[in-house]
């Protein structure tokens, strides 16, 4: 009897929950700071997804995505994080829900 | 046949371990009030991610994950969070509304509907780079050949992107003289 080895289909069911779970961080939460992680979570599970099918069809070109999504999450962060800085000094806060200066 | 039996049997321990604990710790990090423990709960689902990616036969993006997500990225988020005071968010009470709940409603639909996409075996043509290959050639040598022949392109643009981003954090976070007291 040998052990089936693990399926390409239960890495991306994992894909599916975190970003899952990142897209209702996103919804639910109001404090920018924790939208922002969850969007860097979301981002994360849809790397672990491009590696699963590189894996199982013995591609690179998954993990060179990988390697540019990380980049641009890289230079996401350090532009939000500095849109907050800023934020913070003109209104005193972080809620999204508070932040309206460009509706009218 | 016992050899090849064990080595799957922790394979599957291995995924079922971390892929348990980057779920808990995700939805721990959505739940959190406080943003150090959610930053801090994120770190461990990288960390577990990383370990996937083990798995996966991918070392190069998982050192990369280490590096730049747990590492590089997080620590910029906690000294915002360091940076930025926000008792006032922390009393504030937990508000539950309406267009939440059907937000919350439509993302587990889907995450259903995605859960009965994965199934089966991916379609697609299969590639040149099997995981004896990449690993005799070596992985981030592979990576390192790809990116400077085939991925030149995306590349630059991407090293433009960063340049970018260097100077608009510059820029954005910099204190201008009229708001000096």
């Known amino acids: 009897m040998t052990i089936p080895s693990i399926p390409p289909a239960a890495y991306l069911i994992v894909g599916a929950v975190l970003f899952a779970i990142g897209a209702i961080g996103v919804l639910t939460r109001r404090n920018g700071i924790i939208v922002f992680m969850s969007i860097e979570l979301m981002l994360n599970s849809v790397n672990l997804s491009l590696i699963t099918f590189s894996h199982a069809l013995n591609s690179m070109d998954g993990i060179l995505f990988v390697f540019f999504v990380m980049t641009v999450s890289a230079a996401e962060a350090a532009v939000g994080l500095a849109i907050f800085v800023r934020l913070y000094r003109i209104k005193e806060t972080i809620n999204v829900d508070e932040i309206n200066l460009m509706k009218w | ?181």
């Open chain 2, 1 to 181: 046949m016992l050899e090849h039996n064990i080595s799957i049997f922790f394979q599957w321990l291995i995924f079922l371990g971390t892929a348990s604990f980057a779920i808990l710790a995700s939805i721990l990090m959505v739940t959190q009030r406080n943003p150090i423990h959610s930053a801090l709960f994120l770190i461990f689902t990288f960390l577990c991610t990383a370990v996937l990616f083990l798995l996966l036969e991918s070392p190069f993006i998982a050192i990369i994950q280490v590096l730049v997500y747990a590492g590089a990225v997080m620590m910029l988020i906690v000294f915002v969070i360091m940076l930025l005071e926000l008792e006032r968010e922390l009393r504030s009470p937990l508000k539950i509304s309406l267009s939440k709940g059907l937000g919350v409603l439509t993302v587990l639909l889907v995450m259903l509907g995605l859960f009965f996409a994965v199934f089966g075996e991916p379609k697609g043509a299969s590639g040149e780079f099997t995981p004896e290959k990449v690993s005799q050639l070596g992985s981030i040598k592979v990576v390192g050949k790809l990116l400077f022949t085939e991925y030149l392109l995306p590349f630059e643009i991407v090293s433009i992107l960063l340049v970018a981003a260097i100077v608009g954090a510059i820029v954005l976070a910099k204190q201008r003289p009229l708001e000096r007291e």
